[in-house]
């Protein structure tokens, strides 16, 4: 079944239908490829089901052709397949006799031009043949598609659309040509807009520039900074990591840790059911109870946090499970989580930029419970961040990062880094980004 792309026949019965099938028979989809010539007394319309021009609909629908039988009034129904006939330009000096003659093109390599008819892929009408089309006086040019995209260049179908294509097309053309122009416009407003700026400001002004929103950039996902503080605990305040309320719902999940044996302690580290900077610090709980309730309460909150980072889509009503308080579960999934659509549904997501947040808050976090000088290295095993980001984002909430012998027992006691937070705060810097290979001696 076919359908011509620019307009309705008025005399099928005046057509002649030519269809080629690919040789490759062998091949499970070369094997299926057709193409439909018709040839008219003024132009050549050519269609094919493969390629990127190919229509959807065949593979959307089934399509069938009925054949009545009048003398039995009986209905035969066939499998059919639809096909795009789209208009063939012959071109310029292209003869009238037949439209193969526009394949017969200068530019075409004299091995496909020069190359003789084989007898037995005759040119029959409403018959099939192997992929080899006549040209002239028994020519034939292997590998139509090649010819045809040849052929068919966007100049001669601009032209074809503009005599012959729909309302829809022509304005599609029309629209596409303005872009086009307009592109040009806006490409030679904005090279002269940088040049302009460039000139104004500088090479270093620019570079001062982008440095600058990098930093606005880091410093959305890091607690509040407050930059005039008189002591390090003012830095990044406790109240900006733990609310009051949130603090009070604290209670009853740290009283365990808060209380904790050396053998339940021995058994958690067994049992890997805390972090190893929870597990390292529950060694060091203050004999004081409202210090050692303190200490407790922000122990389970990092460890919840660290925990919560492992995740990525957040699919279940209570993530951290029952025991997590509704406060604590309700601050984790608003201000650590970003929303996306995914199947028809709205889902929580812990992206790589919330991620990064989880990491400023936990190292904010671990410099309270440590004094204000923290083992990043620890804090990195337990996120499972490189060492590299998590020394970006130390950066950026502007600690001081140093050399340190780690805790025995930790990764084979490597050298750990240190962050500390000390006054006055150093100069904040955008992260430097991929950092320069060392050479191997």
């Known amino acids: 079944a076919v359908r011509f792309a620019n307009g309705r026949l008025e005399r099928p019965e005046s057509l002649h239908f030519t269809v080629y099938r690919n040789r490759d028979s062998a091949h499970p989809r070369k094997r299926h490829r057709r193409i439909v010539v018709s040839e008219t007394e003024r132009l050549c319309y050519v269609g094919h089901n493969f390629g990127s021009q190919v229509m959807r609909c065949n593979s959307l629908c089934r399509y069938f052709v009925g054949v009545l039988d009048k003398s039995s009034g009986q209905m035969d129904v066939y499998n059919a397949e639809m096909f795009n006939m789209q208009p063939l330009l012959s071109g310029e000096g292209a003869g009238s006799h037949s439209c193969w003659a526009a394949l017969s093109l200068p530019s075409l390599p004299r091995s496909l031009a020069g190359s003789r008819a084989d007898p ?14 006549g040209v002239g006086q ?5 590998g139509l598609l090649r010819v045809l995209q040849s052929v068919l260049c966007p100049v001669q179908m601009d032209l074809c659309i503009e005599a012959f294509g729909t309302s829809k097309q022509k304005r599609a053309l029309s629209s596409r ?33 982008v440095a600058q929103d990098d930093v606005q950039n880091i410093s959305a996902f890091l607690p509040p900074c407050h930059e005039d503080a008189q002591r390090p605990e003012h830095v990044y305040r406790f109240e900006d990591i ?24 021995a058994k958690r580290a067994e049992e890997r059911s805390l972090c190893s900077f929870v597990l390292e610090e529950l060694k060091f709980l203050p004999t004081d109870e409202k210090s050692r309730d303190h200490k407790a309460r922000c122990l389970w909150f990092l460890d919840t946090l660290i925990k919560f980072s492992q995740q990525k889509v957040i699919k279940k009503k209570h993530p951290m499970g029952p025991e997590c308080p509704h406060i604590i579960s ?9 929303l996306t659509y995914n199947n028809g549904s709205i889902q929580n997501l812990i992206s790589a930029s919330m991620k990064a947040k989880i990491t400023a808050y936990a190292i904010a976090l671990a410099l309270h419970i440590n004094n204000f000088q923290t083992d990043l290295t620890v804090l990195q095993n337990d996120l499972k961040l490189s060492e590299s980001r998590i020394l970006d984002i130390a950066k950026a909430l502007r600690l001081k990062v140093s050399k340190a012998k780690g805790v025995p027992g930790l990764e084979n006691d490597q050298s750990h880094k240190l962050g500390t937070l000390s006054l006055p705060l150093p100069t904040q810097k955008a992260p430097e980004g991929q950092r320069k290979r060392k050479k191997m001696s």
């Open 138 to 142: 028994g020519l034939v040019l292997p």
């Open 177 to 209: 040509r303005m872009n086009a122009v307009g592109s040009d416009i806006v490409s030679t407003a904005v090279t002269k807009a940088a040049a302009n700026v460039i000139d104004a400001k500088g090479v270093t002004g620019l570079m001062q520039d």
């Open 330 to 338: 309700k601050k984790l999934m608003k201000n650590f989580t970003s």
């Open 242 to 265: 733990l609310s009051p309320a949130e603090y009070e719902a604290l209670r009853a999940p740290a009283a365990a840790l808060a209380s904790i044996t050396a053998e339940e302690l």
């Open 120 to 133: 037995s892929l005759g040119c029959a009408r409403r018959g099939e043949h192997g992929l080899g089309i």
